[in-house]
């Protein structure tokens, strides 16, 4: 319905956080770190902005199980990742370069 | 990138809260009251879910100034909105018929 998005790229971090002994959150493996990762890479990288790369955070995307998760959107494509390491290979091939980094990959 | 969006409509209410006698923020025009607001309709029209609609909270999206304001991922609609009244007709236009609801709408 829009032909120009606002962010090229808007990335949302799962950051959701639940008690102990519950269902698995994002929040427990190292969410809010890689966020602040990925946003320190995106700025470093002149990609930051309108027209460029938003990085947020955001309340459960509700892929637990999943996780942790993110979505790039226009594109609507979901990633897991363990660590900075992945990160990296996102930042650099997806919102670099526009290509979809597979093995990192949630199916829809 | 992808021709299947893991929810039809995903929702980004800016929650963002600053300091008084900050730059404004969403959270200080009742973005949380909306937002509860906007998760109850969604439920109770039966949009909710993988393939529907999902309602989350967001970081800061940066439009400050234009706020209080939504994204509508994944066509990358942007709204602003006053209150109740206002996220009924994006519900009922938008997320239920696909209809864009201009009066609301921020330019790209």
């Given at each position: 319905m829009s032909t120009e998005s606002h962010y090229r790229h808007h990335?949302?971090?799962?950051?959701?956080?639940?008690?102990?002994?519950e269902r698995t959150c994002c929040a427990d493996k190292g969410a809010d770190r890689v966020r602040d990762y990925a946003k320190r890479r995106v700025k470093a990288l002149g990609l930051a902005g309108v027209g460029g790369v938003r990085i947020n955070?955001?309340?459960?995307l509700d892929r637990c199980e999943e996780g942790p998760c993110i979505v790039v959107y226009p594109e609507a494509?979901?990633?897991t990742y363990v660590d900075e390491d992945d990160i990296d290979d996102i930042v650099e091939q997806h919102l670099q370069k526009g290509q979809i980094v597979e093995r990192l990959r949630l199916k829809d």
């Open positions: 990335v949302f971090f799962c950051g959701n956080r639940r008690p102990p002994g955070q955001a309340g459960c494509v979901w990633y």
